[in-house]
């Protein structure tokens, strides 16, 4: 009887040994998993967002007389805007072209919502403005 008990004391501690084995094995095996899909999302999905927030951003504030170019090459000055399309005059014999504004790589006008606030303080000291 006592060698039946040892045997299955013995057995059952190899058991415990083998699932604690098994556990780290498939933390060993998710981690690396884990930490590529983290790599992944850091260096090319967020940035993309990013740079897809960005873009909409300057599609949204195409103004007219605005000077932009086009994914094609196309350099001119918007005389028209519309929901998804916008018209552009180009060259000096005043060509109309209406793009897509999907098709808007650049908008080379800044427009003053996007400068900095510059704002004037008055000390009333010695009657001197100051800019912040």
Not at 26 to 53: A, D, G, H, W
Not at 64 to 85: F, H, M, P, Y
Not at 91 to 114: F, L, M, P, Q, W
Request: proline residues 2%.
């Amino acid at each position: 009887m006592n060698l039946l008990t040892f045997i299955s004391e013995g057995t059952a501690a190899a058991a415990e040994q083998q699932q604690g084995g098994g556990i780290m094995s498939i933390v060993s095996l998710i981690l690396p998993l884990v930490l590529m899909v983290l790599i992944f999302y850091l260096f090319i999905i967020r940035p993309e967002k990013k740079r897809n927030k960005e873009t909409q951003a300057m599609l949204d504030s195409i103004q007219v007389a605005d000077e932009v170019i086009t994914n094609g090459g196309i350099i001119g000055r918007v005389l028209s805007v519309q929901k998804d399309t916008v018209l552009i005059e180009t060259g000096s014999d005043r060509t109309k072209i209406r793009v897509v504004k999907a098709a808007i790589a650049k908008n080379n006008t800044e427009h003053e919502d996007s400068a900095p606030v510059v704002e004037a303080k008055k000390s009333k000291d010695d009657g001197k403005t100051e800019i912040k």
